[in-house]
């Protein structure tokens, strides 16, 4: 079966604004994450994409058109399935002041019973980007054989429950998994079972480094900016 590249978008101007953006329209990347899609068909360049799959936010596409400009002949496709989860009200709102909410307890130590008001659960999230990813690893598959390549770029708590989900992790554990802006999650998909052959890699240790701020012990709930 096919080997899946999953890319979270470049840093967006939510990011740096420390909002939640979920589907918020109008979220572009800013400065930073342009250079980080800019730099992206040079990190791939080794590999025989057949397809690339995106989530339908502006911020996902921006993502992608420096690899499709730079590969005239990849075919692009938008999948509703793989876009951010809809944190519903929560949607637009600092994390600051959400860290407060009774609810980002649940998200953070119990996801799996977590539902966002007027939006959807994390359960739901990770089902249907699951059953995206089968669908679509069937249909690569089908018209590109089984030693096939292909990417999705979307968000990271999407990234992360589907990591989750081929580790065959409990959705509680998804917080212990970090995938920083424009990094690259790979998993080689098999009959048997799915293997994780690369988590969240940007090629830049800066963001190992101490910190003057210590990024805290929760779970930035959407990804995260990444290295300052």
């Known amino acids: 079966m096919p080997t899946l590249i999953l890319v979270r978008h470049g840093r967006s101007t939510a990011n740096t604004a420390g909002l939640l953006a979920g589907w918020t329209p109008g979220v572009a990347l800013d400065e930073r994450g342009s250079a980080q899609a800019a730099a992206l068909p040079g990190r791939l360049s080794a590999l025989p994409l057949s397809e690339v799959v995106t989530s339908p936010l502006q911020r ?3 993502t992608v058109a420096p690899l499709l400009a730079a590969r005239p002949g990849l075919q692009a496709h938008t999948e509703d399935r793989i876009g951010e989860c809809d944190y519903g009200d929560w949607s637009g709102r600092k994390l600051a002041e959400l860290a407060d909410e009774p609810l980002m307890e649940v998200v953070q130590r119990h996801p799996s019973a977590a539902a966002f008001p007027g939006g959807e659960s994390m359960r739901a999230m990770q089902t249907r980007a699951a059953e995206a990813v089968r669908e679509w690893n069937a249909r ?8 096939a390549v292909y990417l999705m770029c979307s968000h990271g708590d999407i990234i992360k429950s589907l990591v989750a989900e081929a580790l065959g ?3 509680d554990l998804f917080q212990r998994i970090s995938v920083e802006p424009c990094s690259v999650t790979a998993i080689r998909y098999t009959r048997l079972r799915p293997f994780l052959v690369r988590l969240g890699d940007t090629g830049d240790f800066a963001s190992l480094a101490p910190r003057e701020e210590p990024s805290g012990d929760d779970a930035t709930v959407g990804g995260g900016a990444g290295a300052p």
């Open 60 to 62: 996902c596409r921006e």
């Open 140 to 147: 690569v598959e089908r018209d590109y054989g089984e030693d």
């Open 169 to 171: 992790l409990h959705l």
